[in-house]
């Protein structure tokens, strides 16, 4: 049996697209009671997209991956992997990861894979993206976390609807001669498996929230340490902390837990509200765009929410070409 050496891999660019519809919170407060303080008090959160009637799950993450690919200045026919993860997947064929193939015109050799570990679905793909190209497998992946929870919240449940929003990220991961993307760091909490539901007919986003606050800031630390010392580094050496965007409320004690506050710390939950498998890679794309991410830096990754799953990795930001 052949086999590649093993070899290792790197992100090459980023990309995102979010629904043109921005919901305030005080236009919330029109549908559910509710205010504006009420919500950034509890979540941080001042808006959010929502998707339109041709928004999908799909037209998104091809959009997201079609910018990632621009940015990294990468030629579709050069992929030979492509992983959307999403929780909020319409149809079950044709699935999307091959929807969005055919979208960008992939080589049939490309693999499409769809997958769903919820809210850390984006570290599952990149994970399995960096196995992939370690392997031989692929040299080039894309990896897209891309949901549209609008449409499964009840928009009469002010613990839920406020906290949602919509759309999609993606990274583009390529082979490297080094090792620029750490060994993953996942697992399950079975407990609480139910903390986190998307049930029913129709379906419908409901979650434990205290239950899920626990956890995260008395648990979630102790796992995202688990990922950079799988890496071999210290929390010294992170530069970037981007954790899922579930609340504001989560993420500052936990940045303020691992010693992160002096460092770029990803936010977007602020703007773009709760977007599960997308949130991560659509607040790294976003602040790539905007200039303000650090090149050629150690970034903590990590992601928890339904099932109950979390994961984590360390990966070095891309470095613009000049």
């Known amino acids: 049996m052949n086999t590649a050496a093993l070899r290792g891999s790197r992100i090459l660019g980023f990309g995102h697209h979010q629904p043109s519809r921005v919901l305030t919170n005080d236009e919330l407060s ?9 919500i950034r008090t509890r979540t941080g959160i001042e808006t959010r997209h929502i998707a339109g009637p041709d928004d999908t799950v799909t037209s998104m993450a091809i959009e997201a991956a079609r910018n990632a690919l621009a940015d990294a200045g990468v030629e579709p026919s050069r992929v030979g992997l492509v992983i959307v993860a999403s929780t909020t997947h319409r149809d079950r064929a044709p699935y999307t990861a091959g929807r969005v193939a055919a979208a960008l015109g992939l080589s049939p050799t490309a693999a499409p894979i769809d997958i769903n570990t919820a809210c850390s679905g ?6 399995l993206a960096d196995q992939a190209i370690r392997v031989g497998s692929t040299d080039i992946a894309v990896v897209v976390g891309s949901e549209v929870l609008s449409g499964i919240v009840d928009w009469t449940d002010r613990s839920t609807c406020v906290l949602v929003g919509d759309g999609a990220g993606a990274a583009v991961l390529g082979v490297s001669d080094d090792a620029q993307i750490g060994p993953v760091s996942w697992g399950s909490v079975p407990h609480l498996e139910e903390a986190v539901l998307v049930s029913g007919d129709p379906e419908r986003f409901t979650q434990e929230g205290r239950s ?5 800031i008395t648990e979630a630390a102790d796992h995202a340490r688990a990922a950079v010392a799988a890496a071999g580094l210290t929390l010294d050496d992170i530069e970037v902390f981007a954790f899922h965007q579930a609340n504001l409320r ?15 710390v990803v936010r977007d939950v602020v703007e773009s509200g709760n977007t599960s498998a997308a949130s991560v890679p659509l607040g790294l794309s976003k602040a790539w765009a905007r200039g303000d991410l650090p090149e050629g830096v150690p970034a903590l990754l990590f992601g928890f929410g339904g099932g109950f799953a979390h994961a984590g990795q360390v990966v070095t930001t891309p470095v613009r070409a000049r």
């Open 122 to 127: 984006f570290e599952y793909g990149v994970a």
């Open 250 to 264: 989560i993420i500052e004690p936990l940045v303020s837990a691992l010693g992160g506050e002096s460092k770029y």
């Open 212 to 216: 899920i606050y626990r956890w995260a």
């Open 30 to 38: 029109t549908m559910v009671d509710t205010n504006d303080e009420w």
